[in-house]
Structure formats: structure tokens, C-alpha cells
């Protein structure tokens, strides 16, 4: 039996162009990704993403529309599952309250698991400068796209 890892993804575009990215470091391993992670059991797409936004940027979000759901064989860079990411385009319902970085990296404090947000402009996202695969094939969608 080969076990299946659902994730989900926030693609939150501001007033400027530019999307909001999350740098992390988690099992001594540095990665950069967009808001959200991992489908919990019992929970439906929509409300796993906005408990991850909650989780994560301490944000509610509203759901705009579908954006993309993995269409090629992801394997996990953790473990042996693969891997399915749904990506929507999301909205703040309030105004975000983070420390936002400009640099990649630049966690604040040390541990095990770190994290830090910086807005990169769509005119300037690189798809690798994202780890996964699925977050480098969105980039490229989003970098094709103009978002009004």
C-alpha cells in the first residue's frame, strides 16, 4: 500500500502584485513554499486552508477559486508517500499582522521548526527558488498569468 499525502496552499495576491511566500526550516531541511501544508483527517480542502492560514499567519482568509491540484507524480521529500497539493487563490478577510522579511531566510529566533514571510512580486518570482516541485510548476502558472 503506497499511503497519500493531501496538502493545500494559499495563493495570496496583494493590491501590488505580489504573493506571499513562506520560507521555512524543518527536519534540517531550508525550503521556501507558499502558505499552508498538510490536510488533517476528517477535514474538507477549504477548511484545512483556512486552518493553515490560522496556524501560520495567525490570518483568516476567504477562498477566491480553485488555482491548480497536482497532475503529475510528486513523491514526498519526507517520507515515502505522495504527494497531492490543491492550490487556491485566497484573500485576507483582515489586514495580515507578520513580520514581513525581505531577505530569504531571515527567521526570527532559533529551533527546530522556523518560519518567515516575505511578498514577492509576481514580476520577480523565480519557480526555483521554491523546493517542491508542484510550487515550481504554480510559480510558472502564476508567472504566465496577470492578476487583477
Known sequence: MYPFNVRVYGLLINDHQEVLISD???????FTKFPGGGLEYGEGL???LKREFMEECNAAVEV?????????FVKSAFNDSQVISVYYLVKNIQPLNLNFKTMVFDFDGEGDVLQSFRWV????LKHEE??????????KL???NKWD
Do not use: C, W
Not at 64 to 72: A, N, P, R
Not at 121 to 124: A, G, Q, R, S
Not at 131 to 139: R, S
Open 130 to 139: 521554491l523546493l517542491f516541485p508542484t510550487d515550481q510548476h504554480v510559480a
Open 46 to 48: 477549504v477548511d484545512g
Open 142 to 144: 502564476l508567472m504566465n
Open 64 to 72: 477566491i477559486s480553485h488555482f491548480y491540484t497536482t497532475d503529475f
Open 24 to 30: 521555512e526550516q524543518e527536519y534540517g531541511v531550508r
Open 121 to 124: 512580486k509576481l514580476d520577480n
